[in-house]
């Protein structure tokens, strides 16, 4: 079957810009997570979704982050205001519930590079 | 706050050599343990997992772990390494605590990348 699937794979930007990062879960996944992966800083969790509400956004790193997800599917991540340090790949997952909310498919992420 | 340290950021064995991968972590209570590998190009994997009971895990690959509780560790080991084993591996852990609303959220290690030589 499919996996999770992002778009693009690879999006150049100029500081200031605003992007947006899509990811498609695999279908009949209800929890869907968003990770962040730096050059030496390993993968840093952004937000997560049950659904489509979020419980947990402490991992945002600002207000310029935000992400939403609709119809329990697909889900966006909006970057505002680019700036360099954003530069990384952006990691995307989905897992079903109970103890395989662990058991989390990742997709091939997005690689952001802001000049 | 929860941390994980995988102390080697690389480490290179021969094929065939025995490996150990350390990960330690930092938790207010037993968390749920988790193993993932990145290949090269792919995306991540799960390797293996612990949530309770027996403290040595078998995963996929050949690979296995054994959580240490009086030592806070998780690490990985493989008897024999096969070529195809080369990757970055990811430390993991996540809350045991289903109500809580980080419960699902996981907190990586830095990652330590394998080399494997000829």
């Known amino acids: 079957g499919a996996g999770v699937s992002q778009s693009p794979s690879n999006k150049v930007t100029e500081k200031g810009k605003d992007v947006e990062l899509r990811c498609d879960p695999i279908?009949?996944?209800?929890?869907l997570y968003w990770y962040r992966q730096s050059l030496g800083q390993g993968l840093e969790f952004l937000i997560y979704?049950?659904?489509?509400?979020?419980?947990?956004k402490s991992g945002l790193p600002s207000d310029r982050f935000s992400a939403e997800r609709t119809g329990g599917s697909v889900s966006t991540l909006t970057i505002q205001r680019t700036q360099q340090e954003d530069s990384a790949v952006y990691l995307c997952?989905?897992?079903?519930?109970?103890?395989?909310?662990?058991?989390?498919?990742f997709g091939p992420g997005t690689r952001l590079t802001v000049t | 706050a929860q941390s994980v340290t995988q102390p080697d950021i690389h480490i290179t064995v021969s094929e065939g050599a025995s490996l150990e991968l350390r990960c330690n972590y930092s938790?207010?209570?037993?968390?749920?343990l988790f193993w993932y590998v990145q290949s090269p190009g792919q995306g991540l994997q799960l390797l293996l997992k612990?949530?309770?009971?027996?403290?040595l895990v078998q995963g996929i690959k050949g690979f296995e772990a054994e959580f240490k509780r009086s030592q806070s560790s998780f690490n990985l080991r493989k008897p024999s390494v096969h070529w195809s084993d080369a990757a970055e591996y990811f430390c993991?852990?996540?809350?045991?605590?289903?109500?809580?609303?980080?419960?699902?959220?996981?907190?990586f290690g830095q990652g330590t990348i394998l080399t494997v030589h000829p």
């Open positions: 997952a989905s897992s079903l519930q109970g103890l395989s909310i662990y058991e989390q498919y």
């Open positions: 279908s009949g996944h209800t929890a």
């Open positions: 979704f049950q659904g489509n509400s979020a419980p947990d």
């Open positions: 938790y207010g209570a037993t968390p749920y």
């Open positions: 612990y949530f309770s009971g027996d403290t």
């Open positions: 993991a852990v996540g809350p045991a605590n289903a109500g809580g609303t980080s419960y699902g959220k996981l907190t």
